[in-house]
Nanobody
Framework: QVQLVESGGGLVQAGGSLRLSCAAS????????MAWYRRAPGKQRELVAA???????DYADSVKGRFTISRDNAKNTVDLQMNSVKPEDAAVYYC?????????WGQGTQVTVSS
């Protein structure tokens, strides 16, 4: 079983920066994709950014140019650097990871944006 633990959420001023981190632990053989999702109040969960073990990335159009996802394969961690944060970025952010036969979700970390 794989556990994901997020950290780094909190209050950020509009236009500011925040960095989210996620660490995977447990019975990890290999992680294929690590990603960040978010769910804002009254909205569906959406993919924010994803990164493969080879470093290929994908971003939601709404965060392109502002957010950067990175991972450390040796440490099984994934980070999300959030710059030029907007009020509409406020949400609960969830870390996600999957391998050949499993997937796991973190419990979420709240990001609040003050305008």
């Amino acid at each position: 079983q794989v556990q994901l633990v997020e950290s780094g959420g909190g209050l950020v001023q509009a236009g500011g920066s925040l960095r989210l981190s996620c660490a995977a632990s447990g019975s990890i053989f290999s992680i294929t994709v690590m990603a960040w999702y978010r769910r804002a109040p009254g909205k569906q969960r959406e993919l924010v950014a994803a990164i493969t073990s080879g470093g290929a990335t994908d971003y939601a159009d709404s965060v392109k140019g502002r957010f950067t996802i990175s991972r450390d394969n040796a440490k099984n961690t994934v980070d999300l650097q959030m710059n030029s944060v907007k009020p509409e970025d406020a949400a609960v952010y969830y870390c996600y990871a999957d391998g050949s036969w499993w997937n796991a979700w973190g419990q979420g970390t709240q990001v609040t944006v003050s305008s």
